[in-house]
């Protein structure tokens, strides 16, 4: 039994690595903040969504999967709620009452499975009783498949079955094994069997075959006989105990893996509650295929920084087709960093099935996210820090491929202009050839103009606005780079003398 | 020829293989290390003794390498490594037979031993005839496990054990527990329980769990509850517990004489390939040396100390190799240099290479040839007691004066570093006169020594220095050579160090 809420064919790996830049993705485009909503202090969710946000999907089936299946949450957030608390009902249960199936003897092993089962039972009835009752106000395919799946594989036929066999298990007659010689003639193989059951006659079990058969007892006295006794009635139930020590484990799996899965969507659910009370918008996304090349959306804004200020922020709007490179110059504070946050935190919410923070969005899926932004933080000597700037990028190099795409933020400007101009160039052009999509905030215009002058169709050049009053809009148009980057403004405006 | 020994032509080292003590020089020369590590986890069969004594005879020398280029062939090695195991599983099952308590117990474990013996036997046999094998020592062992193998004693072994081996592994039987009764009867094909279990609550079951199975501790030994069980058994199934009483008392020597002298003897071969083929796989090379009783001039290219490699290969470190040759008059490397140079070293690779090419082992090395000497005289200065300053210089001449008494224009002798508690004076007039004496007769010799001036002493001094490796510190041992190095000198520009220029990029991103 699965619940495939995630993945319509498999689980999800809470112990899989996640990409390794993790760190820098969350702080680079605020994650943090987004994940705080998502969690509202919930430690498991957090972990959760941390999770399955940084583990990007690279198929469109799969990202379209879990949209439905977020939808259906958004329309019934009562009812996934309530199928999450049986989840987390079920497994304190577990840890509070079952705890000596920690021991090693088969007979033990076996007694506490048979009680943990029972409550087991009783919980998955529960929720196929929920599934039974909800089923026509859900349409996505993975809660229809979830609640089907419930409905078939408990059904009271099979429910009966398996508490005869927890019945059975109790061996009242007695416990009947078969073994084999192994080395220096000791008993192997010891195989629990059950007896056959007598359905001849008298006389013919009289004259068939006469089965010969000794029988011997321990003496009440003999200790190691009767623990020698009781090794080999352990050795015998063994595998049985076993069996059912591992459904006891697989049913938890199942209410763990339930839970899990479910905690993503509580938590969009969550950070959507959250967004309506602010007044932000959300949609659905429109994944193309990593081949393409399209970055159109209107109505984006950097989701981090709205729940920051708990307010309604600056959004913008762009209709890019086939571009590769995109060269964003301008004013100082004048939106740069918060919209290269909102095209990443886009492209991750998008790939993890999510809704994002636009009105409308669509863009091709990459392979792989990568920011190199400028470590603010850093007072080490200028080589020192182009050091640092250009290990991290070689760290990229090493994990970058084809339709990957990397958010540059101020990047190699550790240097003087021409030198940091020039090795920006040598990696710009080696990366646009091998197929990765590029965004480039940069102050160095000798390596913008550059690029400009070159009128490539791949390219398109944005700029932090600027109004004729000398104040910014925080929104970027396409537009060609210009020398300065009004630091002058900013100077007047802290200095506050004109 | 009929087979004797894989290990020996000559009939009196085989009678008196097991006297030989270590020779004096290895402790000098770490070759107790390299015996140790080579001897090492095969105790039982007492190596040692064969890697002491050298046969001294070319002769015996070419037999021992040919068997040894045989067993290169890993098709061969193989089936001899998996004979061999079967023996020392079979002698286990010996000790254990005896060691047992209940009858039929102990005469299971023989029964298995047995078997045991005669698959080891039979498929060494069956391997042998279809394996091209090149030396003398193979072909007639080949020959002579042949012939025992059709013979009736070996064929009528084989059938007995077989036969009983399977009815014993056709028993079945079924036992009932119920409170403190056990029921012991044939096995009637009662269904297996666990398996309805396990298919009734397999829809539960998603990838791995914990298995939860008990691992019972299975001692050798039999309980009374098992052992009553089994004399139960025993009475179940009459005819085939007979049989085997009687089996036992038939058989009880069974193992062929030469085959367990073969078995003993061609771990020899078997340790040292397994020693040096780590070696290998780290991309050292080794040679089979031309050894020589009339020429003295010795090479080896590519050669090292195998006692240190050993060590550094377990840390992973890189083995340095060295070279060297003696050419026309040539006959003593005088070697000076820094310390910690790798001088020591040099001097105990080139008399580890001799002691093992005198065995018949392959070298150190990708091209050797080497002298076959009568015996090796070492002096190695120690640590001793400091305060015996005098005692010391003293001793050191006794020493030497004992090893130049004994030594032939055949033996080598390597000198470490003596003199070194005297002046300089003095130590340059005794180096002079030994080195005199040493010279008279021809001798082959490695003397490492801080006296400049004995490197150019005569026609038959060669000098070797040591150098240190520039620029990688982590290098233990360092080149020695007869011309100084040239250094080396990087210029990187920042870029290209992080591989973060537009070739590099491209080059990295495509692979």
New interface residues.
């Given amino acids: 039994?699965?619940t495939l809420l995630l993945y319509k064919n498999r689980?999800f790996d809470m112990k899989q690595d996640l990409p390794w830049n993790e760190q820098m993705l969350v702080q680079d485009l605020g994650l943090n903040v987004v994940f705080d909503a998502m969690a509202k202090g919930d430690e498991f969710l957090y972990d959760v969504v941390y999770k399955v946000v940084l583990t990007s999907l690279y198929d469109i089936d799969e990202i379209l999967y879990r949209q439905d299946i977020l939808r259906d949450c958004l329309k019934n957030p009562s009812v996934v709620r309530t199928i999450y608390d049986i989840a987390v009902e079920t497994l304190e249960n577990e840890k509070k009452n079952f705890w000596s199936?920690f021991s090693?003897?088969?007979s033990s092993?076996l007694h506490s499975s048979i009680e943990l089962m029972y409550m087991y039972v009783d919980m998955l009835i529960k929720l196929r009783k929920i599934a039974e009752e909800n089923f026509y106000k859900f349409e996505s395919e993975g809660f229809k498949s979830l609640f089907s799946m419930l409905q078939k594989?408990l059904n009271d036929e099979y429910i009966e079955?398996?508490k005869a066999?927890l019945k059975e298990?109790k061996f009242e007659?007695?416990?009947?094994?078969?073994?084999?010689?192994g080395?220096?003639?000791?008993?192997i193989n010891y195989?629990?069997?059950?007896?056959?059951e007598i359905k001849q006659s008298l006389i013919e079990k009289i004259f068939s075959k006469k089965?010969?058969?000794?029988?011997?007892?321990?003496?009440?006295r003999d200790e190691?006989?009767?623990k020698?006794?009781s090794?080999?009635?352990?050795?015998?139930i063994?595998?049985?105990?076993?069996?059912?020590?591992?459904?006891a484990?697989?049913?938890n799996?199942?209410f763990k893996?339930l839970k899990t899965e479910l905690a993503f969507y509580v938590g969009c659910t969550n950070l959507y509650e959250e967004l309506t009370k602010i007044g932000e918008p959300i949609c659905f996304p429109v994944p193309l295929s990593a081949e393409n090349r399209r970055h159109s959306f209107s109505g984006l804004y950097d989701i981090s920084l709205s729940l920051t200020m708990k307010k309604r922020v600056v959004s913008n709007d762009l209709n890019a087709d086939r571009k590769d490179l995109f060269v964003i110059t301008g004013a100082n504070q004048g939106g740069k960093t918060t919209f290269l946050r909102s095209i990443g935190l886009a492209q991750l919410m998008m790939q993890s099935g999510m809704f994002v923070a636009a009105e409308k969005f669509s863009a091709n899926i990459c392979a792989g996210l990568f920011t190199h932004f400028k470590r603010e933080e850093d007072d080490k000597m200028n080589s020192g820090k182009?050091?640092e700037e250009?290990?991290r990028?070689?760290d990229i190099?090493?994990n970058?491929?084809?339709n990957s795409m990397i958010l540059f933020n101020e990047s190699f400007a550790a240097t003087n202009e021409r030198e940091g101009s020039e090795?920006s160039r040598?990696?710009i052009?080696?990366?646009l050839?091998?197929g990765?999509k590029i965004f480039f905030v940069t102050h160095l215009y000798e390596l913008s103009r550059s690029l400009y002058d070159k009128k490539l169709d791949n390219v398109i050049f944005l700029r932090a606005e600027r109004k004729p009053d000398g104040k910014r809009s925080f929104k970027l148009v396409e537009d060609e780079p210009l020398k300065t980057s009004y630091g002058e403004d900013l100077y007047k405006k802290i200095f506050k003398d004109g | 020829m009929v087979f004797q020994s894989i290990l020996f032509l000559n009939a009196d080292d085989i009678a008196n293989i097991d006297l030989s003590n270590e020779p004096v020089f290895f402790k000098d020369l770490n070759i107790d290390q390299i015996i140790d590590a080579i001897t090492f986890g095969r105790n039982e069969y007492n190596l040692k003794p064969f890697f002491y004594k050298s046969p001294n005879d070319i002769e015996t020398i070419k037999y021992r390498q040919e068997i040894m280029r045989d067993l290169e062939n890993n098709e061969l090695f193989k089936c001899i490594k998996s004979f061999s195991e079967k023996f020392q599983h079979m002698r286990e099952d010996l000790k254990q037979a005896d060691k047992l308590y209940y009858k039929y117990q102990k005469e299971r474990w023989f029964l298995d031993a047995v078997n045991l013996y005669v698959d080891a036997v039979a498929c060494l046999a069956n391997d042998l005839s279809q394996i091209d094998l090149k030396s003398k020592g193979f072909i007639v062992f080949k020959e002579y496990i042949f012939d025992y193998v059709k013979s009736d004693l070996f064929m009528s072994l084989n059938n007995a054990t077989k036969k009983l081996e399977e009815d014993l592994s056709s028993v079945k039987y079924s036992i009932l527990i119920r409170g403190n009764s056990i029921k012991v009867g044939k096995y009637e094909s009662e269904i297996n329980y666990s398996h309805i279990v396990e298919e009734t609550f397999k829809k539960f079951k998603e990838g791995d769990t914990k298995d939860y199975r008990k691992k019972f501790s299975e001692y050798t030994d039999m309980n009374h509850v098992e052992a009553k069980i089994l004399d139960l058994v025993a009475q179940l199934y009459k005819e085939i517990f007979e049989e085997l009483d009687d089996y036992c008392i038939r058989n009880s020597h069974f193992i062929d004489d030469r085959i367990g002298t073969f078995e003993r003897e061609v771990q020899f071969y078997m340790s040292y390939l397994e020693f040096i083929s780590k070696f290998k796989d780290a991309g050292l090379k080794f040679c089979y040396p031309k050894v020589d009783s009339e020429s003295k001039e010795v090479f080896d290219y590519g050669c090292f100390d195998l006692a240190l490699a050993n060590k550094l290969i377990s840390n992973k470190s890189t083995v340095v190799t060295n070279d060297f040759y003696l050419s026309g008059k040539e006959r003593i490397f005088v070697v000076s240099g820094p310390n910690q140079g790798g001088k020591t070293t040099f001097a105990r690779t080139f008399g580890q290479v001799h002691y093992l090419a005198s065995i018949g082992c392959p070298v150190p090395g990708y091209k050797a040839q080497l002298f076959l000497f009568d015996n090796i005289f070492t002096h190695f200065e120690r640590e001793e007691n400091v305060n015996e300053l005098h005692g010391k210089l003293e001793d050191e001449l006794i020493r030497i004066y004992d090893i130049l008494s004994k030594v032939t224009s055949d033996s080598i002798v390597i000198l470490n570093e003596i003199f070194t508690s005297t002046t300089l004076k003095d130590a340059v007039f005794l180096s002079k006169k030994i080195i005199d004496r040493i010279i008279d007769l021809d001798l082959l010799c490695v003397w490492v020594t801080f006296i400049d001036e004995l490197s150019t002493y005569s026609e038959k001094t060669v000098s070797v220095v040591s150098t240190v490796v520039p620029d990688n510190p982590s290098l233990r041992t360092y080149k020695l050579i007869r011309k100084p190095a040239d250094g080396l000198s990087y210029a990187i520009t920042i870029a290209e160090k992080y591989g973060l220029t537009y070739e590099h990029i491209k080059e990295r991103v495509k692979s």
């Fill in positions: 039994m699965k689980d199936i090693s003897y088969p092993i594989e079955t398996v066999h298990l007659n007695g416990v009947l094994i078969s073994a084999e010689l080395k220096g003639n000791k008993g195989i629990l069997r059950k007896p056959n089965t010969t058969a000794f029988t011997f007892y321990i003496a009440d190691s006989g009767m020698a006794l090794e080999l009635k352990d050795r015998g063994n595998l049985a105990a076993n069996a059912l020590a591992q459904s484990d697989h049913v799996g199942f893996m182009l050091d250009l290990s990028m070689s190099v090493d970058v491929r084809k090795i040598q990696i052009s080696a990366l050839e091998v990765v």
